[in-house]
Structure formats: structure tokens, C-alpha cells
């Protein structure tokens, strides 16, 4: 019996299947190359990220030769960086990382492998000697010896479920490093393994242009983030969904898109966008001209009445009139500061309470209810307002889902009444503070959002083509 034929030996021909589940590349075919010493693996968009201490890499591979319509991205942690020189005797620098080799028969260890970008690569992958261990024997004639594998993985739909958890770059779009809520989403993200990037809203600035649009900051090209983390403060919206759109514009994914965040600002449009989804809300009324201030008033109903900036938040801009005198006044008053305002139904039976519902990716995952301070018929937190949890309604709870999926936001907080006739939404904040709502919750919101981020970035499966059909 011929060496190479031993029982317990594992057979590799010069080209084989094979897998790196570590970094979600179930099926491979690599050539196997005994005169070269270190494997490669022939990838894009290669970046390292991370602290100095322990830096990562992030890259992308199409798996399917000569099929680049899948993309699987991958990150690592990076174990050295050397010089390397390829069979056509060019010399580069290469990250190396470590991942598990699979040949299939439940056979896998783990290898060294470089990164490199060479469009002159035949394989996916190379697998140098340095590899092979002492049981592995490498006939040069032949031919996926291994185990046969199909391309298929990539094609069901559960490759999303099999993609191994990977490091993710992250930026969080914020003005206030130091706020509760971005400090919540760095240390949550970092303590996930994530690479959580803080910047400033009004310092990007945009490349415009349709082969290579790009967002700078600081004098550098940001680099390729797998999700933004949106936090764009009221004053900023228009800038800021702008640098949102640049985003997007690159494909990168978005937790809250510009649109969403740009109706949820403006109250009037947002509370068009509840009404064409026929989501309930306190009746509201809106004009321009001075002359029509009673019919404004008419058409909510009578005192008392909620007089509302269109731009207003955290309660600031809104104002309860208890006659319709004092109305009439507020109303000529906002006027006199060429400000948008519109003019809303007072729910009395709400007692100066109001429900804020946490929302994440169409599911209700935490409630409370604010109660105003003193005489005060806001509750907002930041005007002294007092929380707790609350079990919120089956009728609240589908209202409240209905609203974020009305503006297309993945997080948001719907705040809403308790009226006689139901729920009545007040406000889709697309930018919800975490700390009052943690807090009363007790809840990980935080964690919450990563979960949802962390499955939407994953590759999505490869679709079949269908064949052609034709009769006779």
C-alpha cells in the first residue's frame, strides 16, 4: 500500500474544498500549493480597526469564482503583518490572521492566513505547507479529494442565521460624546467586540459624485463603517440628515434612514404621515394665515387647546392654553416670531401622563409611563418629569409599532396618550434617549440595538436564477 494510502492520513489533492467557518465561508475551493509556505485568501475593502492594543481587520470576499454578486464580509483580529512574496516573485506586506481550516469528515484545525488583493488569483484561497499538518499528504495529479461541497449554502436563506459573530465598525453620529446615550452605545458596542467610532455631525463634509462618493472628516476619507448609529440632534437635522444620505448613499446601513428622521421632525409632516397610515392621534389643525385663527381653533374644538412649534422638543415650543382667548394670544404671538406652529386637541383624561414606547426593529421592547411634574402638563424627563415601567395595551402596542413602521425607523420612541377612544400618538422621536427608559425599565436597550444591528449586516443569501421556460 502506497505511503500516501496509509489509513488515519488525510488526503488533499491540488485543488480541494474546503471551508473557514470562523469567518463564514462554509464552501472554498482552494488550490493546494506545497511550494508556498503561507496561505492567502484573496480579499477586498481590506481596513484595520480597533484599538492600537488589539486591532482588527475588516474585509470582504466574493467566494463564488468568478460570481462577484455575493459579498461575504469578515473581520479578525490581526496576528502579525509581514512581508510576503507571491509565486510571480512580487513582494508585499500582508495582515495575518488565524481562522480554522475545515476539509470536512469533522477534520478542521486552525492556520495562519494572509489577506491580500490579486485579481490574478484563479482560487479564492491558497493553502501553503505551512498549513499541512503531519497526517496530511497532498497528491499533486488529482482533484477534490475531500468531501464535495455546493455553492448552495450561499444561496439558502439561512446563511444569515450560520454567519459567525463578527467584529463590527461602528459610528455613532453624535455631537455629545459625553451624553448618557452615546456612552451607552460605545461601551455596549465595545463590550459586544465592536469597534464603536464617535463623530461629529458638522464635521463630515461630503465628496458628491456618482463613481466615488465619499465622507471626509478631519482632513481623511472616512473609512467603510458596517452600520451608523444616528443620533443628529434637532438643531442640525438638515445637515445631518444630509451626511445620513451620504451614507446611505455608500450602502452603508443606517439604524434610522434620513427620510424617517426627516418627517419625524417636522410635527406637521409627521402628523400627516399618522394620519395617511390612519394611526390614532389627538385631533390637530394647521394654518398660515392670521385671518383664519378662529376656524384653526374651530376645527380642534374648544379650550383647553395645545399650541405646538413644528420644530419643538423635550416639551420645548408647547403651549397649553386654557381658554380660547389665551388661544387666540399664544397663537398671534408665535405669528409675530414668523414661527410654524399648529394647533392640537388637549386630551384632559391623560392627567399629565404620557406612555413612551421603546421600538426596535417593529417590536414594542420596553414601555413607561411619564408623569408631569408639579402643575405641569408636560412629562418630559428633561422638564422634571418622573418614570416608571408601565404594561402597556394590546391596542398601545400595535399603535405604537404602526408609527415607527410608518416613518421607516428601526429605533424609535412613539409617545402616546391614554384617551377614551384609545391610544393617540403624540410624537415618533426618531433619536429616544436611553437613560430615562433604562433606568425604569431595567432593560439593556442598548444590547437590544446591537441585536438587531448585528443581524442586519449579514450578508444577504445569494438569489437562484431562474431558467428560461418556453413551450414547444
Avoid at 203 to 218: Q, T
Avoid at 249 to 272: E, M, P, W, Y
Avoid at 388 to 403: D, F, L, S, Y
Amino acid at each position: 500500500m502506497p505511503d500516501d494510502m496509509q489509513p488515519g492520513l488525510i488526503r488533499l489533492g491540488w485543488e480541494e474544498w474546503l471551508g473557514l467557518p470562523d469567518l463564514g465561508l462554509p464552501t472554498l475551493k482552494a488550490k493546494v500549493d506545497t511550494g508556498a509556505r503561507t496561505s492567502a485568501l484573496h480579499a477586498f475593502d481590506i481596513e484595520t480597526f480597533g484599538p492600537a492594543r488589539a486591532p482588527k481587520v475588516r474585509f470582504a470576499v466574493h467566494p463564488l469564482p468568478g460570481n462577484d454578486a455575493l459579498s461575504i464580509p469578515c473581520s479578525a483580529t490581526i496576528v502579525d503583518r509581514r512581508e510576503v512574496t507571491s509565486s510571480n516573485g512580487e513582494t508585499e506586506m500582508r495582515f495575518v490572521i488565524e481562522s480554522l481550516l475545515d476539509v470536512g469528515g469533522d477534520q478542521s484545525w486552525p492556520i495562519e492566513i494572509t489577506l491580500t488583493h490579486r485579481g490574478d488569483m484563479r482560487s479564492r484561497m491558497l493553502l501553503g505547507r505551512q498549513a499541512l499538518r503531519e497526517d496530511v499528504v497532498v497528491a499533486p495529479t488529482e482533484r477534490f479529494l475531500r468531501p464535495e461541497r455546493s455553492y448552495d449554502v450561499y444561496s439558502a436563506a439561512r446563511i444569515r442565521e450560520s454567519q459567525p459573530a463578527r467584529a463590527l465598525r461602528i459610528a455613532v453620529l453624535s455631537r455629545e460624546p459625553n451624553s448618557y446615550s452615546t456612552q451607552r452605545l460605545v461601551h455596549e458596542g465595545e463590550n459586544r467586540g465592536h469597534s464603536v467610532e464617535v463623530i461629529d455631525t458638522t464635521r463630515c463634509y461630503m465628496a458628491i459624485n456618482s463613481l466615488a462618493p465619499e465622507i471626509h472628516y478631519d482632513g481623511q476619507r472616512l473609512p467603510r463603517y458596517d452600520a451608523v448609529i444616528p443620533r443628529i440632534g434637532a438643531s442640525i437635522t438638515a445637515y445631518g440628515t444630509a451626511v445620513l444620505r451620504q451614507f446611505e448613499t455608500l450602502g452603508t446601513f443606517c439604524v434610522n434612514g434620513s427620510a424617517g428622521i426627516t418627517a419625524s421632525r417636522d410635527k406637521l409632516h409627521a402628523h400627516q404621515v399618522l394620519a395617511r397610515h390612519r394611526i390614532g392621534m389627538p385631533t390637530t389643525a394647521f394654518a398660515s394665515s392670521p385671518k383664519d385663527t378662529d376656524n384653526l381653533i374651530g376645527l380642534v374644538g374648544t379650550a383647553p387647546l395645545i399650541v405646538k412649534l413644528l420644530e419643538s422638543t423635550q416639551g420645548k415650543g408647547v403651549v397649553l392654553a386654557e381658554t380660547k382667548k389665551a388661544a387666540q394670544s399664544v397663537i398671534d404671538a408665535f405669528r409675530g416670531l414668523r414661527a410654524n406652529f399648529l394647533v392640537q386637541d388637549f386630551v384632559k383624561e391623560a392627567a399629565g401622563e404620557d406612555i413612551r414606547c421603546f421600538v426596535i426593529a417593529g417590536k414594542v421592547v420596553a414601555a413607561m409611563r411619564r408623569t408631569s411634574a408639579g402643575d405641569d402638563f408636560r412629562s418630559n424627563l428633561h422638564r422634571g418629569g418622573t418614570a416608571e415601567a408601565v404594561k402597556i395595551t394590546r391596542a398601545e402596542r400595535a399603535a405604537a409599532v404602526k408609527a415607527a413602521r410608518a416613518f421607516g425607523l428601526n429605533l424609535s420612541g412613539v409617545d402616546l396618550l391614554r384617551s377614551k377612544d384609545g391610544p393617540k400618538i403624540l410624537e415618533v422621536n426618531s433619536s429616544p434617549g436611553f437613560e430615562g427608559i433604562e433606568k425604569a425599565s431595567k432593560k439593556n436597550l442598548a444590547a437590544a440595538l446591537y441585536e438587531e444591528i448585528e443581524h442586519r449586516v449579514k450578508p444577504a443569501p445569494l438569489k437562484r436564477r431562474r431558467r428560461a421556460t418556453g413551450e414547444g
